[in-house]
């Protein structure tokens, strides 16, 4: 999402007659987009923030800060930076710096008719919805980013028609829960609909999609996913939990048993998908046997692959009130034992695709190598001097980690 923002708020300073640099030391404004999810994220920002601050003493510099800010660390973060704003006010932006001296304004719209600077032109994210109203009991997104708000079908389909006419190769639809897409709209056109007439889009591009929340996952989604080819065989489907009494506590609304019958359902209809997930070890109060039971979940369901977050507490959010139990010690040793199950899983998995031949879409190039994804969001690296970042490679596979995989070109290697 972070992501996302950045491209709407580098168009938006464009319009108003800033450059980009790469060279900090040179920059006369400085945008940070922050996360406060984890406090880990946002002290990066207080790091980054007392850099500015010496360089400052330097020159003029203007330092703003938007994305996701606690509403109680806006005090102190107000005292190093001159403006923050919330992402959703972006069209306001231009006017704080028109005070600045900077004369250019944009008419008022809405984020979502900011119109992005893409940061490449084959992989586009396209938001379809900002905010949250589940509210996860350890989590500040609804607080953050407010409550859920769709932006209408016909405006997402025109900017993935436009992406798909200039050759764009991947569009990533982007929301909280894409799955509850389209409640709060009056034409309540609903995900699955959505998802599947922007696949069936005349043209040669891969389809995906995050996140997916395992409440509202239909099986009408499901179906549209094994019909389209397009739609990568790729599920983002975050757990956060193997155990009910957890489960409950983060307001998850679902138990263990539905979270495993929709993993079998979905693998039945589609054999070929590869499934990532969230969790977060050392919730308040998770006890040994309860984190054991998160341990068997890893181990039955075998992910391709998982962000294991070390719970942070978050002010505001109802988890606060509870003890932040789990000592560091503990949590960082629970960590661990996921991460061992999954480099397992994920490394068994990637054993069997030795010798088969993969599209890779094409990312960068590092030396001799360039790096790509597979639909599955698998990572591979191939020997070459050629630079074919942005197409569609086909590659054979030689050599399977556990977080990803080598292969070699093959002589008919462009699809
Ligand atoms: N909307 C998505 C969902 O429902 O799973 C995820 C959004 S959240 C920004 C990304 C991930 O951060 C979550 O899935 C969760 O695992 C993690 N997260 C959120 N709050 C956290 C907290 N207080 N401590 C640790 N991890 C957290
Ligand atoms: Fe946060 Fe839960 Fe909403 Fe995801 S679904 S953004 S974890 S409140």
């Known amino acids: ?51 500015w601050q010496k360089m400052k003493q330097k020159k003029p510099l203007i330092t703003i800060l938007t994305g996701c800010v606690l509403k109680t660390d806006k005090p102190k973060l107000y005292q190093i930076f001159d ?3 919330e992402i959703k006010d972006l069209t306001k932006l231009p006017i704080f710096l028109g005070s600045r001296g900077f004369t250019h304004s944009l008419p008022k719209a809405d984020y979502f008719k900011v119109h992005p600077a893409y940061q490449n032109d084959f992989q586009a994210y396209v938001p379809i919805s900002t905010g949250c109203n589940n509210f996860c009991s350890y ?14 079908a016909r405006d997402i389909i025109n900017e993935c028609k436009g992406l798909i006419k200039k050759g764009y190769k991947e569009i990533t639809l982007l929301g909280q829960n894409v799955n509850s897409y389209g409640l709060d709209l009056k034409n309540k056109i609903k995900f699955p609909s959505l998802l599947k007439t922007i696949a ?49 506590k983060m307001n998850r609304k679902y138990t263990q048993k539905h979270y495993l019958n929709l993993i079998k359902k979905v693998r039945e209809k589609i054999p070929a998908l590869a499934i990532t997930t969230d969790v977060i070890v050392g919730f308040p109060g998770e006890t040994t046997r309860e984190f054991e039971n998160t341990l068997k979940l890893f181990k039955v369901v075998k992910f391709d692959m998982a962000y294991i977050n070390k719970y942070s507490a978050r002010a505001g959010t109802t988890a606060f009130k509870l003890k932040d139990n789990v000592t560091k010690n503990e949590k960082e ?83």
Request: proline share 3%; aromatic share 10%; charged share 30%.
């Open 1 to 51: 999402m972070n992501y996302a923002d950045s491209e709407r708020l580098a168009a938006t300073l464009n319009k108003s007659g800033y450059q980009p640099t790469d060279k900090e030391k040179e920059a006369d404004l400085i945008i940070a987009v922050a996360c406060s999810v984890r406090q880990s994220a946002i002290e990066r920002i207080w790091g980054k923030a007392a850099d």
């Open 200 to 248: 069936n889009l005349p043209g040669n591009f891969w389809l995906r999609f995050v996140t997916s929340h395992p409440k509202d996952l239909s099986d009408d989604l499901i179906k549209v996913i094994a019909e389209n080819k397009k739609i990568c065989r790729y599920l983002h489907l975050p757990v956060q939990s193997g155990d009910n009494k957890i489960l409950n």
């Open 333 to 415: 040793k629970r960590y661990r034992k996921l991460n061992k199950i999954l480099n397992r899983t994920a490394l068994e998995k990637h054993k069997k695709l030795i010798d088969k031949t993969l599209k890779v879409l094409v990312e960068f190039k590092r030396k001799n190598y360039n790096y790509g994804k597979t639909e599955t969001f698998k990572t591979v690296k191939f020997l070459t001097k050629k630079n074919l970042i942005g197409k569609f490679i086909v590659v054979k596979i030689v050599k399977a980690q556990a977080f990803g995989l080598e292969a070699k070109l093959i002589k008919k290697y462009g699809t």
């Open 83 to 85: 403006y923050i704003f």
């Open 139 to 152: 989590c500040v997104v609804p607080y953050v980013r407010g409550r859920e708000t769709s932006r209408p």
